[in-house]
């Protein structure tokens, strides 16, 4: 393992669609992107997992209902249990979700599309590995591409989630301003991402892994990877 | 379907190609066998009425690496990369049923592109539909666009433009078409023109064969839908996107493993057509054993699981030795995978069921052997009152600014957001540029060079003079891609028509090939290949003649890429091109005079050729600070969409003394709106001159404001408001 390069693996489940996107963004922002298979049972010593976009099991039944079964999924809890960094993007905050290891969960867009669209989102609090660094109240430009998106909680959930101080990100407007028009799908109290209380394991419905390159648009993504290769670091 | 009719014609052979099949077999066909036939000689299938036409089309070039006959086309685009790309049509199914007609579409011209072992890498959907204020078509647009947006987003290919249009003639028969491009390494191009050991595996992956879309090509596709569509329901097939995205994964990988002799994709006319057109190409025959296909239900005919047009399936022809390594991928991805069948010496099919031989019938005569027919022709009666009554000419009593916002609010000008939006454009990395601009910009991995993509048709032009339509469609595709920057290269095409038995239809097609021919030569892009959909009618009455073309532009470098919006205010504004007195066939006439008549502009291919040089040449030398191409809605919408695009107004006096509706609206060909930095303004003034254009400086960018002389003034917001607003407002009723 070579000093100052975090491996990330990112997982490809059946029906994945990002892991490619995710494994560069990774290797663009100065990390070792590490291919894993959903049905193998070994993590190859990464530092951090990231479970991509996409549809996986082509979401039948539910959205991350069935990969949460994958063989590699006890390897993610398990590593989540040690302290690990686990990041779920869009269809991985779902998989998050079903299996556990977030509170809530991903239900239709409450406008009953799918929404491609750049987004602003307000940082909410530096404690996950995709904040840390990051400044309360900083706002980022990231797209999100997903129909099923609109974040919902149980009431006591939510309590929690909100008064413990685990939601990461609310979409907002270019001043960082909360509105209606601004929630892209409806979600509970503009809820974009969230992190576990540990502070280890987090997921957003936004894509940070297609808001790195320069070259292709606006870069909102970058510190939130920045964030995870140092979170990942401070652990080897 | 009618059944008190002879099977032939029930399944829509005529009388004549029931004597054809006689004369090949020696013998009157079994059931099996003429269902082969039916399917195989469908016009889908077959091209029947328009193979003496296409041949006219210019397709051979050092650029093209496979030209037409194959699953796509390919072009060379250097660094050892071929661009395959591919345009088809689902209208016929769409219209029954948009949103799987829609989304099986999309999942058919993708496994186009992958059976030629390419990686997909960009979709673009040009869409026609009746008026949205009538109840059916809002259905109908809400219905593809869920459908196109359902199946793309899910096997991760983006969705990155097409152009939507609508007109009273799609009102009965939507137009659905898509483009699918893909990159390859060009050794590892799959073509199955060749000759195979005898004996090869014909392996089967994928879905399981159902009863679903049994004769879609030659029920749906090749007759015209009248009053009994919901009987023709069950012919339209149902996607699995799931499926299609493990399967484009496992192809690749067989591809990438150099596992496979051939493959090919199961769409239109199923397992009889991808069997009978691998052994074809192959110059062999095939046995087929159909107990060995994987069914969906038991109890399928020979016929049903002969002409199935289940989705997400594909044959290969796998080397013999590689037959375990191919099925261990498949299972990888978790897909069946069964020996159907072998490659065989000699040119027969034979097809077993239980053990006995269902059919026996050549390959060739199946795949390249069908009926050609030169069908009359004659031009439709009525055309030249309509050429002459020209509205360049007619009264204009209306205000300035309301034609400027009820052009620029009509939905074939107004922004498309609220489709773009229901598909993920950003998937794979590589959208430089998306929906919204010109042309979509895909970068190519590895390299700094990028693909330009671009599909245009042109409708009323079409309908009033489907040679001057069909070119000015090559044109403005073309341009579209070198206002970004990019060289066009070659194109590939979807030609949506009416009843070809009908000689005014015939006429229409004919002439609309002449013109994209020429315009191809002219603009020296090649045809790699395209799709010919007829039988676009209901009671009569046609589709507008819709040729559509789709250009596949080069960038060098992508980062000299030029976008369509003004990025900054100071800069100095310019026509390329000259505006003439061309109202005939405008978005102006139509929208604000009520009528779609009169010539439609003139088209000087040569100096059309000039403009894409310089604009290429412009961007090459940064000169350009934005480029926008001139097209519906004139000089007008171009300004508007230029600041829309980049926030930021302008104030620009109208060149010329022609009328204002002539100055804003004229549709004249060949001209582009730019932006350039003062310090620029001499450099670009000689490289118009260069290239012996008309150059004229309308004014400058800046400010909240979009200012035509004293003639007309409103906000870039308001302007917005009437942009993007005009479609949400017509959908919610």
Known sequence: MSVGKPRVGVVTFPGSLDDRDALRAVALMGGEGVPLWHADRDLLAVDAVILPGGFSYGDYLRTGALARFAPIMDEVRAFADRGGPVVGICN???????????????????????????????????????????????????????????????????????????????????????GDEHNVNGSTGSIAGIRNPQGNVAGLMPHPEHAVDPDVGPTGGQPLLASLLAFALARV | MKVDQPLHRALGLTDEELDRIRATLGRAPNRSELAMYAVMWSEHCSYKSSKVHLRALPTAGPQVLVGPGQDAGAVDIGDGLAAVFKMESHS?????????????????????????????????????????????????FAGVVAGIGGYGNCIGV???????????????????????????????????????????????????????????????????????AADTRPSVQIGDPFAEKLLIEACLELVEGGLLEGLQDLGGAGLACAVSESAARAGMGAELDLDAVPLREAGLEAFEILTSESQERMLAVVDPSRLQEVHAVCAKWGLSSAVVGTLAAG???????????????PARSLADEGPVYERPMQPPGGLHEILEDDPTFAPVDSDPA????????????????????????LVQGATVAGPGADAAVIRIEGTMKAMALSCDGKGRFGHLDPYLGAAHAVAEAARNVAVMGATPLAVTNCLNFGNPERPEVMWQFAESIRGMGDACRTLGTLVTGGNVSFYNESGGSAIWPTPIVGMLGLIDDYRLLVRPGFPAAGLLVYLVGETFPELGGSEFAEVVLGTVSGHPPALDLALEASLHRMLVEGARADLLASAHDC???GLAVALAESALAGDTGFAVSLPGDEPWYVALFSESASRAVVSVAPEKAEAMEALAAAHHLPLSRLGETGGPRIVFDSLLELTVEEARSAHEDAIPKLLAG
């Open chain 1, 92 to 178: 991985g905050f779902q998989i998050l979700c079903e299996a556990g290891m977030l509170a809530g969960a991903l239900i239709r867009n409450r406008q009953l599309r799918f929404v491609c669209r750049f987004v602003d989102v307000r940082v909410e609090t530096s404690l996950s590995p995709l904040t840390e660094g990051l400044v309360p109240g900083e706002v980022l430009r990231i797209p999100v591409k997903h129909g099923e998106g609109q974040f919902v909680a149980r009431a006591d959930d939510l309590e929690r989630i909100e008064g413990d101080g685990l939601v990461t990100f609310r979409y907002c407007g270019p001043g960082g301003e909360l």
């Open chain 2, 92 to 140: 016929h199914p769409s219209a029954v049923e948009p949103y799987q007609g829609a989304a099986t579409g999309v999942g058919g011209i993708v496994r186009d592109i992958v059976a030629m072992g390419a990686r997909p890498v960009a979709l673009l959907d040009p869409l026609r539909f009746g008026p949205l204020p009538e109840e059916r078509n809002r259905f109908l």
């Open chain 2, 158 to 228: 983006p969705t990155v433009g097409g152009e939507i249009h609508f007109a009273e003639p799609h009102s009965a028969n939507p137009t659905v078409n898509v483009m699918c491009v893909g990159i390859a390494p060009t050794d590892r191009l799959v073509t199955t023109a060749r000759e195979m050991p005898g004996g090869s595996p014909l392996v089967l992956i994928g879905a399981a064969t159902g009863r679903d879309g049994i004769g879609g090509v030659s029920v749906l596709a090749s007759r015209t839908i009248e009053d009994d």
């Open chain 2, 347 to 361: 040119g027969r099919l034979t097809v077993l069921l239980g053990g006995e031989v269902v059919a026996d019938v």
């Open chain 2, 402 to 425: 309301d034609a400027f916002l009820a052009v620029l609010s009509s939905p074939n000008v107004a922004s498309k957001r609220w489709a773009f939006e229901q598909y993920d454009q």
């Open chain 2, 631 to 633: 097209s519906d809605g």
